[in-house]
């Protein structure tokens, strides 16, 4: 490492490997100072370091491994540096004549070979662990944007609701319940309701598992088709049903319901 030469790269990778002697170290310092080609060079293996130190962040090394490793490529550092050394290629000449194969010292080339080789594996599994999280997002979007679209199928006021039923056939009032205990989440929708008087309203009831008195789950009155839906009422959670039923009340509604039930459904499974 005289003045007049350029910086064997195996040198700038043990200087940025911090693996100089201080004394081989403050002349490169001082021959980076003034040399833009040997500077980028250190600048470029800095920066491949500083990837693998990013790298290994997640998996240390053994216990003692970089010590070793810093050991070893500065004793071969020393040997086959000092017999090759005749670097070699003034700056006045125009090629940066690089690599003298012969003084490179294999295990600094192969430690880096490994930690290339350790980044690329980095690499892959953090690639394919964004791609299996994107992939879980979009499902779940996927998922959310469906429950979303069923919802808005059955609470648009613009939905046509039809029940099929046998030919010239007068279809009768009916009804669906869907609920979820667990939450207190009830759908129910109507067909086919008889209009009501002014002054009166349906009232649907949630009528407990257990026993205790029936549950208003919300007024409603049905439309010129004769439908009608309850979406959502407010409901206690955990009270698993027994049955449904529906019943004309006054239209702001009653404590318990008033006979005849209209419409009824057992719960299945009760
Ligand atoms: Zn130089």
Sequence with gaps: M??????????LALYALQALSEEEASAV???LKG??????????????????????????LPEGAHERLMARIAVDAKQEGREAAKPVVSIADTKPARPVYSSIPWAAVAAMLVFAFALMMKIGDMHRELQQKSDQLAQ???????AQRVLDVLTASSAQRVLLTAAKTKPA?????????????????????????????????VIPANGK???????????????????LPPLPTGVPAKAFGVTVERAEGSDTPTAPILLAGAAAGE
């Design 140 to 146: 779940q979007a996927a998922a959310s944007s469906r």
């Design 29 to 31: 310092r001082v021959h």
């Design 35 to 60: 040399c833009d080609v040997c500077r980028n060079e250190a600048a470029e293996l800095s920066g491949d370091l500083a990837l693998v130190a990013l790298s290994a962040e997640e998996r240390p």
């Design 213 to 231: 008195a029936p549950i208003p789950a919300g007024l409603f009155r049905p439309d010129a088709a004769g439908s009608a839906s309850v979406i």
């Design 2 to 11: 005289t003045a007049d030469a350029h910086i064997p790269q195996e040198d």
């Design 173 to 205: 009032p009916s009804a669906r319940a869907v609920y979820l205990a667990a939450s207190g989440s009830l759908i129910f929708q109507a067909n086919d309701l008889d209009p009501l008087p002014t002054g009166k309203a349906y009232e649907l009831w």
